[in-house]
């Protein structure tokens, strides 16, 4: 990340720009930095700007206590002034709820596209679950296991425990327990884990849910009700992707989009 902002509140905020065209900010799920989407950021520099940025907690970007979604919601109004004042906003996962939500709370922005908010239209007994791993999560960053709350995030997405353990032996761990506090923020970004749907009704501008067609049944659902709920909705289902989509593929979607 070769630019800094500030936030309102002080904390700096590290971003990157690439290309030319209308400008794409790129916002990350759990577990991840800027870097993440790096690669979709190149894919897209042909036709758009394309912004990545650390969000605070991660990264190059700083921190302050105490959390807030509307914090998050402020970075993302401070770097769309820092990179000409009109953007269109894309989030990954629990990045694509932050966007959502800021879109909902009203910040000037051209369009809103999302890919796989795992959201559900009710929780079919998992409220306990969702309960579970925000108590264990807190207790775990509380007390300094950064490893443990990394592997109580990775066994929520399904992971399994064999490859898990694996995971805790490759050198991608260090970076993962770096930003395993931001664990949290996420959770406070996800809610209840359902569909906010009289957020949702309140957004105002174009939105683009896109759902991979290899993904879960649940997650498809989501990303529908997504597009049926906000008053200007497009779906969009990408065939043979996962959760880890390929920018090769999400990229030209995503510059059509944010281009027409």
Not at 138 to 158: H, I, M, Q
Request: net charge negative; hydrophobic share 45%; glycine share 12%.
């Amino acid at each position: 990340m070769d630019k800094k902002t500030t936030s309102r509140d002080g904390t700096a905020l590290a971003y990157q720009v690439t290309g030319q065209g209308p400008t794409v900010i790129l916002v990350s799920g759990a577990m991840s930095t800027g870097g993440t989407m790096a690669p979709l950021a190149q894919r897209l520099a042909d036709r758009c700007t394309a912004v990545v940025y650390d969000r605070r907690g991660r990264g190059a970007s700083g921190d302050t206590a105490p959390y807030s979604v509307g914090r998050e919601v402020e970075d993302l109004a401070v770097l769309i002034d820092a990179v000409g004042g009109d953007a269109v906003l894309f989030g990954v996962s629990s990045g694509g709820a932050l966007v959502l939500e800021a879109a909902a709370s009203g910040l000037l922005i051209r369009r809103a596209a999302v890919y796989e908010v795992p959201y559900a239209d009710t929780l079919a007994g998992g409220a306990e679950r969702a309960a579970a791993y925000k108590e264990n999560l807190t207790k775990a960053l509380a007390d300094g296991r950064r490893g443990d709350a990394v592997e109580l995030f990775l066994r929520l997405t399904g992971l399994g425990e064999e490859m898990i353990q694996g995971a805790r032996q490759s050198p991608m761990w260090a970076g993962m327990e770096a930003v395993a506090p931001s664990l949290a923020y996420d959770d406070t970004v996800m809610g209840d884990g359902l569909l906010p749907r009289e957020r949702l009704a309140a957004v105002s501008v174009p939105v683009l849910s896109v759902v991979g067609g290899a993904s879960p049944e649940w997650m498809r659902d989501a990303s529908r009700a997504i597009a049926r709920t906000v008053p200007r909705g497009t779906y969009r289902v990408l065939e043979g992707q996962t959760h880890m989509v390929d920018p090769e593929v999400l990229g030209p979607v995503l510059a059509e989009f944010v281009t027409g």
